[in-house]
């Protein structure tokens, strides 16, 4: 699972909404989440350092959009966040099916849409090759 952390540049990786401009390849950066009201948090340490980590991802992840397509602020986003934030939700793609040789079962799996921005390339070929 991808740690999302405030201010963490990230991309989406799923066409969501490509006309609000939530788009595969479209840039941003994490505002903040909302998790599940029933969760658990583990205490862990890290080179001495305390974390809590969730139980279960969040429901919502607030991406502000670099590049924002839309006029209106999102009614669901807190009023904490820029104009420019939108709502990330989960999916679920297809079950997978995991065969062992005496049993055959399901796996459902949930994921946010987004991946670290730092694995993005900002500017296309074509762009280089024009300032050269």
Do not use: W
């Not at 599940?36 to 080179?47: A, D, V």
């Not at 279960?56 to 966040?81: G, H, L, Q, T, W």
């Not at 939700?89 to 055959?104: A, D, E, G, M, Y």
């Amino acid at each position: 699972m991808l740690p999302v952390l405030p201010s963490l540049p990230v991309h989406i990786t799923q066409n969501i909404a490509p006309k609000l401009g939530q788009a595969i390849g479209s840039t941003g950066t994490v505002g903040g989440y909302q998790f599940p009201k029933i969760k658990i948090f583990k205490p862990l340490s890290f080179q001495k350092c305390p974390l809590r980590l969730s139980s279960k991802p969040p429901e919502i992840v607030y991406m502000s959009v670099d590049r924002a397509r839309f006029k209106n602020r999102f009614p669901c986003v807190p009023e904490r966040f820029p104009d420019s934030t939108v709502p990330i939700l989960p999916f679920s793609p297809t079950k997978q099916i995991v065969s062992l040789p005496n049993r055959k079962f399901s796996v459902k799996t949930t994921q946010i849409p987004l991946a670290p921005g730092y694995l993005t390339q900002r500017t296309s070929f074509k762009e280089k090759r024009a300032k050269q």
